[in-house]
Structures are given as C-alpha cells and as structure tokens.
C-alpha cells in the first residue's frame, strides 16, 4: 500500500480513515504555543538592578539617591540635588537648627598663606575625597593652603584649577576621604524672598551660622581678577568689589571681571568668602563671595544686610573646566 504525505508543514483534512489505526487523526489545524510554554524573560539581576532598586528606594525618602549611586558604583561624585531632594528631615523643613546641623560637616575654613601674609576664607565640600569649591580671591597666589573642617581635623591642599572670571576655585584636600559632600541644589529655582543660611569663618569664627532672605536675583557684581591686588587686599581681611557703579572694600584695580550674583541680607563677614549659601532643604544655592562695609577699613567692617553669592549653577557648569587644571 502506497502512502503519499505534504511536506510544507500543512494539513489535510481527509474524509477517509487514516493509514494506520493506531495513529490518532491529524489536527485540523497547526498546533499553537501554550502561552505557559513560552520562555519566559529572566528578572535583571546583579549590580545594575539592585543599583535601581536602591535608587528608587533612596529618591522616595528623599535626598539619598546622590549618596546611594556614589556608595554602590565606587564613585566621588558631587551629589547634585535634584528638585526633590531634602538635606533636612522632613519633619524638621523650614528649621535653620536643622539645616545647620546638616550641613556644617560640608563647611570648611580654609588658611591661604602668599607673600603678603595669611588670610582666612571658607570652603564647601563636594566629593568624599576632599574636592572643594571656594572663591578664587581666597587661595589666589598662595605658596600654601591649610584647611579644617568641621570636627576640626587639618588638612594640606593644592589648587586644581582656578577660574578669575568667576571668581571661582577647585582644591583638594591630601589623604582626604569619608568626607560629607554638600547636595548643591538649584539655583534657577530660587526667588526673591526665600529664606536662606549662611555658613562659613568670619574672622576665623568656624563654622558660623547666619539666617536671612534672598533679597535680589541676577544682580551685576564685579570683583578683581589680578592677583597681586586681590593678595593686598587680603591682608587686610576683606574682598572689594563694585557694585551699582561703587567700588567697596577697597579698589579692585584695573582688571576686573562682572559675574551674576544672588543678594541676600543673611550676614556675611570678611572669612564668609568661598562659603556656602543654603536653601532650607539643605542644598547649596549660591557660593558666598562678596560683602558690603559701611566701614573704611574692611577689616574692621561688619555685615549691613547687603551680600553676594555665585549663583551654584553658575559653579555646576564651571566645574568640568576646573576639574581639567584650567588656571586663569
């Protein structure tokens, strides 16, 4: 007996009874897939997912996601904050105590020796092992920099990139790490009437807190970029500046640059330059950098409610060029 079959894959259907009695009929159409036999698609496992798992975590409790990606891939990022993130216990928002308390650790003094002898400013940390921003006129033209932080441990520093136009610096600390990095914040968000803190060494004073508003945004303040007159004036404890067409503290000489700046009417004090300006979440908004004295003599000035801060953002995206040794 001769049997004939299709290869192609289809099926006939046929009125007679099969070839074989044994065999069962042939479906009427092709088998399909159970969806329960399909292979199924394996979880993510391992460092990438257990790094967004944590992540997740961290954002819902906010102001942990920078610390949690820095811990778990090896990494001495600045912990940006995003608009979400809080420094300071939810239950505790809006408390200066409580920011203070946050965010002193990430304040340091700093001590800039140069030839026209030592002067004081304040520095804010960005990264566990010891990166920090502070202001160009603090360590401008110093043959050494000492800096303690808060618990009041010393530290030596160098200089890893400068930049004069903004009045902007980039030290880092020797044999430094475990260090509280400050969350920088944003500083477009801000607006007039915030309340703010501020946080540096006047006249040495570690670790000084002061409280206040933002008073004016996008405010022109220009400041020196020479070096030999920014060491004078150093010596005598304050930082001119220029501001509405007046020069204050001092002369800031032929060569001069005009940064954007925040206002704000929180006290700041010869010493306070470099230091940090703090939103109520506890993140960085503003670098402090200049200050208005009534007084003649600036190391004799106190703080008459009229100060300056580098907006952060302005630092944020200066910090790639300080980073690559740029010194100007």
């Known amino acids: 007996m001769t049997e004939s079959f299709r290869r192609d ?33 394996k979880r993510a496992r391992g460092p ?21 990606v820095q811990e778990l891939t090896g990494t001495d990022t600045v912990a940006a904050g995003a608009t979400t993130t809080s420094v300071v216990p939810a239950a505790k928002k809006g408390d200066i105590a409580a920011v203070a308390e946050a965010v002193s650790p990430s304040i340091v003094e700093i001590s800039a020796t140069s030839n026209s002898g030592q002067s004081t400013g304040s520095g804010v940390i960005i990264t566990g092992d010891g990166e920090i921003i502070t202001n160009n006129h603090v360590i401008s033209g110093a043959s050494s920099i000492k800096v303690t932080t808060s618990d009041g441990k010393e530290y030596t520093a160098e200089v890893v990139g400068t930049d004069s136009s903004k009045d902007l610096a980039l030290i880092k600390l020797a044999d430094a790490s475990g260090l509280q990095a400050a969350s920088l914040g944003d500083s477009d968000r801000v607006q007039v009437g915030d309340t703010v803190v501020a946080i540096g060494s ?12 933002v008073s004016a ?8 970029t020479d070096e030999g007159q920014q060491q004078q004036q150093q010596g005598g404890g304050g930082w001119p500046f220029e501001f509405g067409g007046q020069e204050f503290n001092g002369d800031t000489g032929s060569s001069t640059t005009t940064y954007k700046a925040l206002q704000t009417d929180a006290s700041l004090n010869p010493g306070n330059s470099g230091g940090a300006l703090i939103d109520m ?13 009534s007084a003649s003599a600036s190391s004799d000035a106190g703080s008459v409610g009229l ?3 580098i907006p952060i953002d302005t630092v944020k995206s200066d ?7 740029s010194q100007n």
Not at 13 to 31: C, G, K, L
Not at 48 to 68: F, H, I, Q
Not at 319 to 325: F, T, V
């Open 9 to 41: 894959g289809a099926y006939e259907q046929h009125a007679s009874a099969p070839v074989n009695p044994e065999w069962p009929p042939p479906p009427t159409y092709p088998p399909t897939t159970r969806a329960e036999d399909a292979p199924r698609r």
């Open 217 to 224: 945004l996008d405010r022109d303040v220009t400041v020196s």
């Open 48 to 68: 990438l997912a257990l790094l967004a798992t944590v992540a997740l975590v961290a954002a819902a409790v906010g102001g942990g996601s920078a610390y949690a």
């Open 202 to 213: 006047p006249e040495g004073l570690t670790g000084t807190v002061t409280s206040g508003i």
């Open 307 to 309: 100060g300056f801060a």
């Open 319 to 325: 910090l790639a060029k300080l980073r690559s040794g």
């Open 281 to 293: 979440n506890g993140d960085i908004i503003g670098i402090n950098s200049a200050m208005y004295s």
